[in-house]
Nanobody, 121 residues
Framework: QVQLAESGGGLVQAGGSLRLSCVGSKDTVNDIDMGWFRQAPGKEREFVAASTPSGVATYADFMKGRFTIARDNAKNTVYLQMSTLKPDDTAVYYC???????????????WGQGTQVTVSS
């Protein structure tokens, strides 16, 4: 069983930056495609970004270069660097262990508990 734990959320002003971290309980996460999702109040959970173990990344269109996913396999950690944040980015952010099907990331069974990101205007 893989356990995932997110951290790094908080309150930030519009235009600011945050770096979210997702630590896996086992180094097996280093061999797994990993993704970030988010869920705003009253909305469905949506895809944000994903990365293969070698660091090949894919992003949701809405980010337009503002977010970057990165991995540190020595720390069993996947990061989501977010910049130029907007109030619409306010959501709970979750990491996930899943896989790619063709060019699309498919979420797997394992999710973290989420970390709250709030962007004030």
């Amino acid at each position: 069983q893989v356990q995932l734990a997110e951290s790094g959320g908080g309150l930030v002003q519009a235009g600011g930056s945050l770096r979210l971290s997702c630590v896996g309980s086992k180094d097996t996460v280093n061999d797994i495609d990993m993704g970030w999702f988010r869920q705003a109040p009253g909305k469905e959970r949506e895809f944000v970004a994903a990365s293969t173990p070698s660091g090949v990344a894919t992003y949701a269109d809405f980010m337009k270069g503002r977010f970057t996913i990165a991995r540190d396999n020595a720390k069993n950690t996947v990061y989501l660097q977010m910049s130029t944040l907007k109030p619409d980015d306010t959501a709970v952010y979750y990491c996930n262990a899943g896989g790619f099907l063709s060019d699309n990331y498919v979420p797997g069974y394992y999710w973290g508990q989420g970390t709250q990101v709030t962007v004030s205007s």
